[in-house]
T-cell receptor, first 116, second 109 residues
């Protein structure tokens, strides 16, 4: 089975801190994604990557950056955490070339981040 | 921009009932539609993927249908069980994935 692993289930940080969220997938997927999930708003795409060292902005990239130095690892960085970044963060990878009919998303277990 | 809607937001049924969850989308130019299950505080688990050329997919007690022309998909759960209690989300695949906000299902023993 595909495994997408997020390094932390829960994180508590203070405003202004730099925060790193790590995600690793073990199925050699080319595509990786970071979403945040908030009650009533659903999942919103922050950044995605189709290849090593490649990144694309999603719908809400402000206040975030990403790094993909290796194919299996995609990191989300909060440069200076703020209280409005308190959320559930979900990493995903997909099994096929982007935009194909059999592209299937696989998710990690999520990181609940609280910024105080 | 694609908009995905799931109604109702919450649903309670007695154990053993068959039920249908709905997902609608505004742009029919999709590659696929995927149904997920999410337990509280957890990530999303993929249930079924329907490619754009397909009309339905089945897995055990689950059956998902897709009608692109009307912008609708349904997830049918047969003989519901308390273990089916979770939030169910649909995601439409196009130039990116677009998610509904989910239906929270409670199956009462």
């Amino acid at each position: 089975d595909v495994k997408v692993t997020q390094s932390s289930r829960y994180l508590v940080k203070r405003t202004g801190e730099k925060v790193f969220l790590e995600c690793v997938q073990d199925m050699d997927h080319e595509n990786m994604f970071w979403y945040r999930q908030d009650p009533g708003l659903g999942l919103r795409l922050i950044y995605f990557s189709y290849d090593v060292k490649m990144k694309e902005k999603g719908d809400i990239p402000e206040g975030y950056s990403v790094s993909r130095e290796k194919k299996e690892r995609f990191s989300l960085i909060l440069e200076s955490a703020s209280t409005n970044q308190t959320s559930m963060y979900l990493c995903a990878s997909s099994s096929s070339r982007q935009g194909t009919t059999n592209e299937k998303l696989f998710f990690g277990s999520g990181t609940q981040l609280s910024v105080l | 921009k694609q908009e995905v809607t799931q109604i109702p937001a919450a649903l309670s049924v007695p154990e053993g009932e068959n039920l249908v969850l709905n997902c609608s989308f505004t742009d029919s130019a999709i590659y696929n539609l995927q149904w997920f299950r999410q337990d509280p505080g957890k990530g999303l688990t993929s249930l079924l993927l329907i490619q754009s050329s397909q009309r339905e997919q089945t897995s055990g007690r689950l059956n998902a249908s897709l009608d692109k022309s009307s912008g609708r998909s349904t997830l049918y759960i047969a003989a519901s069980q308390p273990g089916d209690s979770a939030t169910y989300l649909c995601a439409v695949g196009g130039n990116q994935f677009y998610f509904g906000t989910g239906t929270s299902l409670t199956v009462i023993p």
